[in-house]
T-cell receptor
């Protein structure tokens, strides 16, 4: 059974139209991550939560916001998507002991038209 | 300089060959190291952790060289199903942030 679930699997939106991607987990992990991966590039960390403690990467655009209402759920809001935001968005969770692996969701492929 | 660097390839090798690639990291405080495999349009999946003494899992061998700050992955007797992108991941001591390399694309040819 999937332990990190992302919805939707594919999302198409128009330039400037807000979009929300969701992630849920059944692992009860403290740490949740959002990564952006463009074609042929490494996953790039946007932000992460340690419990409710939000950590934004310095180069994450203000256009990207996140919410974590409880341990199980995390949302990525893109307020005004641009063409350059077309990418795979990966949610991942982890236990914060420094050695546990990341558990990834299957990702949401976002296309901005 | 990128925190984690990999040769993006592509590496094209015949089935049955042995192939190896490296990943260098710039942060000497890095503590945990992993190799992930990613198939096209899929999420990364853990291939193996990398331990200080080196470790082996079947046809796969991972090694860590702290002095030169790199990790390596060796694949023996390569199979067609090994075709994928291989990502190295590094975590600094006490950090929650996992840093990915760009990935090395590997194609095994029949």
């Amino acid at each position: 059974d999937a332990m990190v679930i992302q919805n939707p699997r594919y999302q198409v939106t128009q330039f400037g139209k807000p979009v929300t991607l969701s992630c849920s987990q059944t692992l009860n992990h403290n740490v949740m991550y959002w990564y952006q991966q463009k074609s042929s590039q490494a996953p790039k960390l946007l932000f992460h939560y340690y419990d409710k403690d939000f950590n934004n990467e310095a180069d994450t655009p203000d256009n990207f916001q996140s919410r974590r209402p409880n341990t199980s759920f995390c949302f990525l809001d893109i307020r005004s998507p641009g063409l350059g935001d077309t990418a795979m968005y990966l949610c991942a969770t982890r236990n914060p002991d420094g050695k546990e692996k990341l558990f990834f969701g299957s990702g949401t492929q976002l296309s901005v038209l | 300089r990128k925190e984690v660097e990999q040769d993006p390839g592509p590496f094209n090798v015949p089935e049955g060959a042995t192939v190896a690639f490296n990943c260098t990291y710039s942060n000497s405080a890095s503590q945990s190291f992993f190799w992930y495999r990613q198939d096209c349009r899929k999420e990364p999946k853990l291939l193996m952790s990398v331990y200080s003494s080196g470790n082996e899992d079947g046809r796969f061998t991972a090694q860590l060289n702290r002095a030169s700050q790199y990790i390596s992955l060796l694949i023996r007797d390569s199979k067609l199903s090994d075709s994928a992108t291989y990502l190295c991941v590094v975590i600094a001591q006490g950090a929650q942030k996992l840093v990915f390399g760009q990935g090395t694309r590997l194609t095994i040819n029949p």
